[in-house]
Nanobody, 122 residues
Framework: QAQLVESGGGLVQAGGSLRLSCVAS????????MAWYRQAPGNQRELVAS???????NQSDSVKGRFTISRDNYKKTVYLQMNSLKPEDTAVYYC????????????????WGQGTQVTVSS
């Protein structure tokens, strides 16, 4: 009854920008923490940035000053504005969210998006 739908990935030159979006769709009654992870070939999946429903933000040191995470609780959407992109940012970016689905008092469960490819050329 719920899914995370990602968009905004693509190919960009170094120094360019992309804006990723992730919408929690379906019978979603509450969205708590939302986050972006990424995984490059040969690397483990890592947290890029997270934002709680109270607005507390946590970011990887590698993206501080370049990326900005934000959310719109009414739209049930999380964004990742990526500026000054570097080739090492190339990865599949995954949306993550903890959701209450089906009822307002449902147990929170973790959901993952399918991932969107971000490729930064030199």
């Amino acid at each position: 009854q719920a899914q995370l739908v990602e968009s905004g990935g693509g190919l960009v030159q170094a120094g360019g920008s992309l804006r990723l979006s992730c919408v929690a769709s379906g019978s979603v009654f509450m969205v708590s923490t939302m986050a972006w992870y990424r995984q490059a070939p040969g690397n483990q999946r890592e947290l890029v940035a997270s934002i709680t429903n109270g607005g507390t933000i946590n970011q990887s040191d590698s993206v501080k000053g370049r990326f900005t995470i934000s959310r719109d609780n009414y739209k049930k959407t999380v964004y990742l504005q990526m500026n000054s992109l570097k080739p090492e940012d190339t990865a599949v970016y995954y949306c993550f969210a903890t959701l209450r689905v089906g009822a307002w008092n449902a147990s929170p469960r973790d959901y993952w998006g399918q991932g969107t490819q971000v490729t930064v050329s030199s």
